[in-house]
């Protein structure tokens, strides 16, 4: 209500013979036409509306309707879509459930970023199709980058998930037009067979076949072992071992009944002393924040899990100032090192990290290099006969 008048000054109240208002009363300023007035303005904005159209639109704020409220803060339909291929996206490189889509944590997430509380995740028919377009398109821009080169180089192994389900991974590496190395993957396929060579000489020639480019492969890449080693003889390819995992078996191999074997021992049982007990992993860490050392587990060695070995010496080497006093307390029958043999871990250690540095240089980019430039080099010999 404006000072002495209604709805943007359109309405004044009539005013007295005395001089004083009559707030029963109002008159429109623009026909001079009178009306009740009951404490509402509705009726009044209908006379405006209806018979003064052009000066209905300046009457100052009114309450908003339902939907108009509703509407306030949605995000538009581009910035949905844009959501939801975000979502499919973050769903396939990071490897999550399609269910996460039904997920209110998720949901609310989004409604506190966008603003938007009437905001809904996707469907997961919808995401599970987006999921198959995505493919589609990612395996239609691999296929013309194959396309244009002559020779490829391919890495392949399988592992097994913690379902104990077995897969098949196969990459390509190969060197563009641009000389920028270009690695991704072919595969990774659940296999069902046993892996005897010829199972796995037919899931890599498979592959070949499927992505068209059994004729451009020139060097397999796997491990050393024997089934790999037996199907590559039975491949038209030339067969190249993976040098860190031959280099981490000569590691492994060599400390078997060896002069630290004894140490590594005691180790293996120091360490599962405490990873199997969450009392004696609470001391531990304990232990740490008062020797003022950063709080961390100790870790086991795997024959198969390169550079645990060291990891693990590493470890026991930081904290025996804590553990011995944890083992001494316990009086437990797993003892702690003597000096003797903490002096002869320390030089496995010094042994080891070369073999640590060498391992992660060959297992990482490099080692694509290396299978691509044996590519190049056979490809070399096959086209021009230079060298005999």
Wanted: proline share 3%; glycine share 6%.
């Amino acid at each position: 209500m404006d000072e002495g008048g209604l709805l943007g000054g359109k309405f004044l109240f009539k005013k007295l013979p005395d001089g004083l208002l009559d707030k029963t009363r109002v008159r429109c300023t623009i026909c001079k036409a009178e009306f009740k007035y009951h404490r509402s303005s509705s009726s009044l904005a209908y006379h405006l509306r209806a018979k003064h159209p052009t000066e209905s639109t300046s009457t100052g704020p009114r309450q908003s309707t339902l939907q108009e409220y509703g509407a306030r803060g949605r995000i538009t339909k581009n910035v949905r879509e844009k959501l939801t291929n975000s979502l499919v996206v973050w769903i396939a490189k990071n490897c999550r459930p399609v269910s996460i889509v039904e997920d209110d944590g998720l949901r609310e997430v989004i409604r506190a970023a966008s603003g938007d509380e009437c905001y809904n995740l996707p469907s997961r028919g919808t995401i599970v199709s987006r999921l198959h377009t995505l493919y589609g398109d990612q395996r239609a821009q691999q296929c013309s980058k194959l396309v244009q080169v002559r020779n490829i180089a391919l890495t392949g192994d399988h592992w097994t998930s913690v379902n104990n389900d077995n897969y098949l991974g196969v990459m390509a590496h190969f060197i563009d037009n641009d000389w920028t190395m270009q690695s991704f993957a072919l595969t990774v396929s659940k296999t069902e067979e046993r892996h005897y060579a010829e199972a796995c000489a037919d899931h890599f020639l498979n592959v070949a076949n499927e992505w068209e480019i059994k004729n451009k492969v020139t060097t397999l890449g796997t491990d050393s072992a024997r089934n790999m080693v037996a199907a590559a003889r039975l491949l038209p390819f030339e067969h190249m071992p993976c040098m860190a995992h031959i280099l981490q078996r000569t590691v492994t191999v060599s400390l078997n009944d060896s002069a630290f074997e004894r140490a590594l021992a005691k180790c293996r049982k120091i360490v599962g002393h405490f990873k199997h007990s969450p009392a004696n992993a609470q001391e531990l860490k304990a232990q740490q924040a008062a020797h003022g050392h950063q709080t961390e587990p100790l870790v086991q060695d795997v024959p198969t899990r390169w550079n645990s070995t060291l990891e693990m010496i590493k470890r026991i080497q930081r904290n025996k100032s804590g553990l011995t006093t944890i083992l001494t307390q316990q009086n437990s029958k797993v003892t702690m090192l003597t000096d003797q043999e903490l002096d002869r871990l320390q030089k496995l250690e010094e042994l080891l990290e070369p073999c640590r540095y060498v391992t992660e240089l060959l297992g990482g980019r490099a080692v694509c290099l290396l299978f691509h430039g044996v590519a190049s080099l056979v490809s070399f010999v096959q086209d021009y006969g230079a060298l005999r």
